[in-house]
């Protein structure tokens, strides 16, 4: 006697390789798109060391995954271990996203795309004038994301030189965007010709000093204000520039959204942001 158990035993395999991952809940929101969607899929989160990642990636090829995330310190070195890269992916010199296209594991970078889904359902990026505070891995990934999108120009506001000059050399270089370097030496105006300013930067995240040094009173009521931060969701930034009269974003959305994203690489199907959106919610502690 056989038992009709109405679909297959096995899942599709999906996961993230990183350090700290006790700490990434994107487990959380994925697994709820999956259940909420009734897609045959799973998501591990796996604590990969360096030394561990060309093995770990192998062992996702020899398992059949349909793909996986990277988070730190993984973002730069496991390029070398895949088969080929994305547009922006290629730009950024990152991947946070290898997906699987017909046997073949292709890097991708939704850091970017995540941010520029919420920028884009609040205001076009075409022509921008836009200030980044910082110039680190998601300001890289936002940076070209919306130069990709049709933004003009970047002010690329940061304390080390080196890596500062790098983003500008990039954007200029290789995008049709133009970009100027400005060291972040002392305390930052807003120029007035500028429409939008990012934070980029980890200030403002719980248990850090959430008060960047810029002068907010150059921020203007017709501007727009975004930040990467997720806990808290309302930074001292945000609120700030809302003071201030400027249309805010938060950080959340570049979260879900880049799940999102990563769902329909891996699975192919457009899934709600909402179930995820709230799960998150749930796991930080603030629905």
Same mark, same amino acid.
């Given at each position: ?24 809940? #994107?487990?959380?929101?994925v ?12 998501? &591990?989160?796996? %604590? ?16 059949? +995954?349909k ?6 310190p993984?973002?730069? %070195? ?10 922006s992916?290629?730009?950024?010199g990152?991947v ?13 970078? #939704?850091?970017?795309?995540?941010? !520029?889904?919420?920028?884009?359902? &609040?205001?076009p ?7 980044l ?8 990934? &936002? ?24 983003? #500008? ?8 965007? $133009?970009?100027?370097?400005?060291? +972040?030496?002392? $305390?930052?105006? &807003? ?22 040094d810029?002068?907010?009173?150059s ?18 930034? !945000? ?15 570049m ?9 329909k690489?891996? #699975? ?20």
């Open positions: 006697m056989t038992m009709d158990i109405g679909g297959s035993f096995r899942h599709e395999l999906i996961g993230c390789f990183s350090q700290g991952s006790d700490s990434n809940p #994107t487990v959380a929101m697994e709820a798109s999956f259940r909420a969607n009734d897609l045959h899929y799973r998501y &591990i989160n796996c %604590e990969v060391n360096p030394d561990q990642l060309e093995a770990a990636v192998a062992g996702a090829r020899a398992m059949n +995954w793909g996986f995330n990277c988070s730190i993984h973002k730069v %070195e496991v390029i070398k271990y895949l088969d080929g890269l994305g547009e992916a290629a730009l950024i990152a946070n996203c290898a997906v699987n296209r017909d046997g073949k594991l292709i890097g991708e970078n #939704t850091d970017g795309k995540g941010f !520029l889904k919420s920028f884009l359902e &609040i205001t990026a075409t022509g921008k004038i836009i200030v505070l910082g110039a680190g891995g998601a300001a890289r990934a &936002i940076a070209v994301e919306l130069a990709l999108a049709g933004a003009a120009k970047f002010y690329i506001v940061n304390r080390s030189r080196a890596r500062g000059e790098e983003l #500008t050399e990039l954007l200029n270089t290789r995008t049709n965007s $133009t970009a100027e370097f400005i060291e +972040w030496s002392s $305390t930052y105006s &807003i120029p007035a010709d500028a429409q939008v300013v990012i934070n980029s930067t980890s200030m403002g995240m719980v248990n850090t000093e959430g008060k960047q810029i002068n907010f009173d921020i203007r009521p017709e501007m727009f204000a975004a930040d990467v931060i997720v806990n808290p969701p309302q930074t001292y930034f !945000l609120d700030e520039a809302a003071k201030r009269g400027a249309v805010t974003l938060q950080g959340l959305g979260v879900v959204n880049q799940a999102v994203i990563g769902i690489y891996w #699975t192919g199907a457009d899934v709600d942001s909402k179930d995820l959106h709230q799960e998150l919610l749930r796991v930080l502690g603030l629905s």
